[in-house]
């Protein structure tokens, strides 16, 4: 048996963590009030850790892990299950991280940590079942590709960070599905699922102690050992960081990126500060010059990309194609506005308002405690208490926002992907820099 013990909290935690002898963090979450327990288990491999060959290949293996296992060797078994007590299942593949989830009610706790630890850890991959996903898995590539905003938004990201796997679709292509077999997914599970490269989150309505008992009871077992290191990314954008892509359809989608920094760095507040004031929410810069006072676009916004090496900050509109020139230029005006000018007291106060605000109302259930904590326990190593990451935002000054502005719109940072009804590649080519 594992002789874990929990670990002393630090000052403003509401969670428990400790390791299993195997290298597993466990992290919990008690929260009386709640309802519910929401488990996790995330994994620190995504699409960045694959070859090109088998690009897809993590966000395969989260579709095969539901299809069967030794004990509930049919599909069905594994969602009737969580279904049948009032729950919930499903899985996600980023970049850097795969994650297997399930919310049931408080009291059927140990079944869902029965069923998500036996889905995670005893897979069949049955070949007929992995045949039968390749189908699926490049319908649902398809499907993204024929959605407009999804394929710019892909496209952009091709552009900013070029042939590299931060670059790469999180799915793969039609190709490199085709190409995965059981070898390479039982391979994966063997380099990449390995408990010290894992978490597991509980939240809700749960005894820290009573979760620790069964985390052994379902995890003691599993083998040890690392996983291999990854490569960082390049730093630099692609030699040709325009994409376009000309479709007949009445809308032109346009993505604009700036790379930026590693999710830890010590600017990511000012950054986040800087997002709000650009384009978060209907009182942003872009939403206010872009839709209110020139009716260019219907939706306009921005957002950040936060990675362990590297990070973007990202621009998205729908405009017409007779509009899409002036929108880009509104937008770089707006940016480069940014690094000249301080952001005025009030506007600022109002970004930090608005972002302290949405941070707090993001943790009113159990799912979202277990998500947070089991994410940033995988990739950063430690969980920022709410205080932390508050006092964080308040620190920042306007002062702040433009120097971090001034260290990302600089020349040779801008990457466009625009797909529609627009065929001036050297237009775009020109309006960046590039």
């Not at 996983?227 to 960082?232: G, K, T």
Request: with cysteine; net charge negative.
């Amino acid at each position: 048996m594992s002789t874990a013990v929990w670990e002393e909290p630090e000052a403003g935690a509401t969670w428990r963590t400790t390791t299993l002898a195997n290298g597993l963090r466990l992290v919990v979450t008690p929260l009386p009030q709640s309802q519910a327990a929401s488990l996790a288990v995330y994994v620190g491999v995504g699409s960045r850790q694959e070859a090109r060959r088998t690009l897809g290949l993590s966000h395969y293996l989260e579709h095969m892990l539901f299809k069967g296992t030794e004990s509930r060797p049919e599909a069905v078994q594994i969602s009737a299950a969580i279904e049948g007590a009032g729950g919930m299942l499903n899985a996600f593949t980023t970049k850097e991280l795969t994650c297997y989830w399930n919310r049931v009610p408080f009291d059927r706790l140990d079944l869902a940590l029965d069923i998500l630890s036996d889905s995670v850890r005893r897979s069949l991959l049955d070949p007929e079942e992995v045949e039968r996903e390749r189908t699926v898995i490049q319908q649902e590539i398809r499907r993204a590709d024929d959605e407009p905003a999804q394929r710019a938004s892909q496209l952009l990201a091709e552009a900013a960070y070029g042939d590299q796997p931060l670059g790469w679709d999180v799915a793969g292509d039609l190709e490199s599905v085709a190409a995965v077999d059981r070898a390479d997914l039982v391979r994966h599970i063997e380099t990449w699922y390995r408990p010290p490269n894992m978490v597991l989150s509980i939240a809700g309505n749960v005894d820290p102690d009573a979760v620790l008992a069964l985390a052994r009871r379902h995890w003691d077992d599993a083998p040890s050992g690392g996983a291999p290191p990854v490569a960082d990314a390049r730093d630099s954008m692609d030699d040709t960081p325009v994409r376009l892509e000309h479709r007949d359809i009445e809308q032109c989608n346009l993505g604009l990126a700036l790379r930026t920094f590693p999710r830890d760095d010590p600017d990511r507040y000012a950054l986040s500060l800087l997002n709000e004031v650009l384009g978060r929410g209907m009182s942003s810069r872009l939403f206010v010059e872009v839709r209110e006072r020139r009716g260019l676009a219907y939706s306009v916004g921005s957002g950040v990309g936060r990675f362990r090496d590297t990070g973007h900050l990202s621009i998205g509109a729908g405009v017409t194609a007779e509009n899409l020139v002036e929108t880009i230029e509104v937008t770089l005006a707006e940016l480069d506005k940014l690094t000249s000018e301080l952001v005025p007291h009030d506007e600022l106060e109002k970004a930090r308002e608005h972002a302290v605000g949405s941070f707090r109302l993001s943790l009113e259930t159990a799912q979202s405690h277990a998500h947070r904590t089991g994410a940033q326990l995988l990739s950063e190593g430690r969980i920022r208490t709410v205080g932390e990451h508050i006092a964080g935002l308040e620190a920042v000054t306007a002062d702040d926002v433009r120097r971090v502005a001034q260290r990302v719109v600089r020349p040779g940072n801008l990457a466009v992907s625009v797909v529609g009804p627009f065929r001036d590649e050297a237009k775009l080519a020109g309006l960046i820099g590039a």
